[in-house]
């Protein structure tokens, strides 16, 4: 019988949901307090989704980007990891239902961040092609390797155009970064791939409803990012919406129409939250209501953190923090450190957010940054957003390995990992089935 | 509508079925030569099969071992390739039928390897897995992972046995080689990711049914594997088959049964012959029977090589060549230099086989390798078969990224790649079945 086997422990039980940034700080920072912590994850890494669009644009391996959960917390001996979905939450018992079983918390940490928002478009959420997960990321670099290969096949413009235009859709630092990969693939990567197909025949699109891309960046970095996307070549359009999409065309709120089998969406994010919260703290954007102290409404021990948390006491961020890697991070320690207090009977001490900047890149030697009250870009702008997200890989070997990809790239022009990995073999149906499909 | 678009050349047309080493080797070799080259492949990419176990075992990325085709060929200007299927040929036309439509040639080549053979035991073939293709090994990876996991769920030693045990299916080198990947998942990743599970409860087994492993090496070699798999802790069980096998229990040959939900079969190959050839030529195994000029019986202009081609004209091997990778390697070669001679209306020169030798890794430190005459074993061995396997592989990128992993691993007893990619997510359906499931 399936059963979570969590061993009984004389501390209070901290369970924490997500392995992402929020729960892995959180967890971590735990490791010497007398609680026993329960990590509960759907998958068995942990994912670092600021690399993600290099994955999906065949820059980097997906395993370059995701570290073992088991493997990070190794070492930590107050520490049971479960690969777990979370269905349900009995809050008058103190009961986590999950795919494995029942699990009984003292303490519960929601870190389950966010996933696509398609605002309620159901006809663009069928088509559209969303990109949170490493899965999602492996198959949009299969499926845009096949759409050039398909390419070939074809001889009328007019077939091909909708195969190689690609719109990205939301102009936030994802759709950005995105745009920009895909203009460098066919700069460097079309013209020696696929001589025959005129680069004429492939464009790339930054669709943004706001009026400038980088919102949430000043005005001028805004400026220079959307004349640097433009240099490369991308269409950016500001001030529009997506109205319809249908799998082949793309109406935009200008009339516009755009032939494209290609429509990545990176237009919002919203939260998924767990059956069996009170319905008055789950705002519209599904993520949940917490105070200064990331607590539920109405609840001590059950918390959320990161993405799914909507703190909102801060004058600065009146609709909340923004929903990004760092705000994660920071309340996951700062709610270690306030379990500790509580236990202790002390008082809590309210979150605060550092924001330590942000920064986009656009493709080779090119990025934006706004750190320490600086706003770098090009050049110099680039080499930090190297730095900072090879220094923020988890483990020796991934960084590794994507310094490697990124250095072999710079000097070679080319993408390794350009590579379509199929399904077929008749004898894997059974594994299929069961690693889930 | 869809179709090859390969542009007309006034040259003779060599249509190459295959993108392995055969295939790339022949092809390669045609650079220069006054034909048109057409390569095939199903996958866009060639596929580096020696360390497919290694990817199996999450000692390697799958992109670490796959070279994308259009990367190897992308300055040979007389060679046009397309991902296709063949379906069948039709000789009397000179024309081959694929999935993306009727491609004419004046010489055809098959190069398509090999696929797993069971042996026409159906109920082996329906729950075995097969390791031949990057995704198959993929997902036995998934599925490895997901047996450990899933153990910690159990508390029933009974229950947990038939997820932890492994059986591997043939004592060729990739049997071995398994096994010996298996049994250091066991001994330094086991202890370290799931301490509370006993080691105890993990076996693997190496199963052949002669008399001995590694039958195609000396005796004294075999004898020094036997030895080494034991030591590291591998039941080898030799004179002995698997009679039958339904998803949780085999049955050998002996009577004795073990539980197990993972049987890996590597017991044998077959060739998979395109329709439309004479069934004459075609042996109980799959391959094509062919002439020293690697000519099919009864035509000019068509040629089979590697594994699927079954050359009997060598007194030392009665029974055709191996199917490894030298002799596809030498054949394609070989047949470019033939294909020259032909054109010049000059006599073709048969194949000689050279046999480089041989070699197969037990684990850290362990290889055993028969070259120029010497029999090499342990940490020579070992040394040898990594510098030989890291040459060998294609691209500056992959040798690194390689390398980098062999020596964390060396030097960490860590595997960095034992993430589990699952499917889920509702919006990449539509990208699933593009992609083809």
């Given at each position: 019988m399936i059963q979570p086997n969590i061993p009984e422990s004389a501390q209070p039980r901290v369970v924490i949901v997500g392995g992402g940034f929020g729960g892995i700080n959180l967890a971590k920072q735990l490791k010497h307090a007398p609680v026993q912590v329960v990590l509960l994850d759907r998958n068995n890494y942990h994912l670092?989704?600021?690399?993600l669009y290099q994955v999906s644009t065949a820059g980097l391996e997906p395993d370059s980007i995701a570290f073992p959960l088991r493997g990070i917390f190794s070492k930590q001996k107050n520490l049971v990891f479960r690969m777990a979905e979370v269905t349900g939450v009995r809050t008058a018992d103190n009961i986590l239902e999950t795919g494995i079983g029942e699990i009984r918390y003292d303490y519960l940490v929601f870190a389950t961040g966010s996933n696509t928002n398609f605002f309620g478009n159901k006809a663009i959420e069928q088509h559209a092609i969303g990109m949170k997960s490493l899965i999602e990321a492996v198959q949009i670099r299969n499926y845009v390797v096949k759409q050039f290969e398909e390419s070939l096949?074809?001889?009328?413009p007019e077939e091909i155009k909708p195969k190689l235009n690609f719109i990205m859709v939301g102009g936030g630092p994802t759709g950005v970064e995105l745009a920009g990969a895909f203009a460098e693939l066919r700069k460097y990567i079309m013209p020696k791939d696929y001589p025959t197909l005129p680069q004429s025949l492939m464009e790339v699109y930054l669709i943004e409803?706001?009026?400038?891309?980088?919102?949430?960046?000043s005005e001028k970095t805004s400026e220079h990012t959307m004349k640097a996307l433009q240099d490369v070549g991308v269409k950016v359009l500001v001030n529009t919406g997506v109205k319809e999409y249908d799998g082949n065309t793309a109406i935009l709120s200008t009339g516009e129409k755009i032939q494209s089998q290609s429509l990545l969406w990176s237009a919002g994010v919203k939260g998924v939250p767990v059956a069996g919260l009170p319905q008055d703290i789950i705002l519209p954007n599904g993520r949940i209501l917490v105070n200064e102290f990331n607590q539920l409404k109405g609840f001590n021990n059950i918390f959320a953190i990161g993405d799914i948390a909507q703190m909102t006491n801060d004058p600065r961020f009146p609709k909340g923090y923004p929903m990004v890697a760092q705000v994660a991070i920071q309340q996951g320690k700062n709610l270690a450190h306030n379990l500790r207090l509580m236990m202790e009977n002390k008082t809590m001490k309210g979150f605060y957010y550092k924001d330590l900047g942000s920064m986009a890149t656009i493709g080779r030697n090119r990025a934006v940054a706004e750190i320490f009250n600086t706003r770098l870009s090009g050049y110099i702008a680039w080499m930090v957003w190297m730095v900072v997200h090879l220094m923020s890989l988890l483990g020796f070997r991934n960084k590794l390995v994507v310094f490697i990809n990124w250095f072999y790239r710079y000097f070679t022009f080319d993408r390794g990992t350009r590579i379509i990995i199929k399904r077929g073999a008749a004898n894997i149906v059974k594994l299929r089935q069961t690693v889930g499909s």
């Open positions: 670092f989704q600021p690399l096949l074809l001889k009328d409803a706001g009026p400038r891309v980088l919102a949430s960046f």
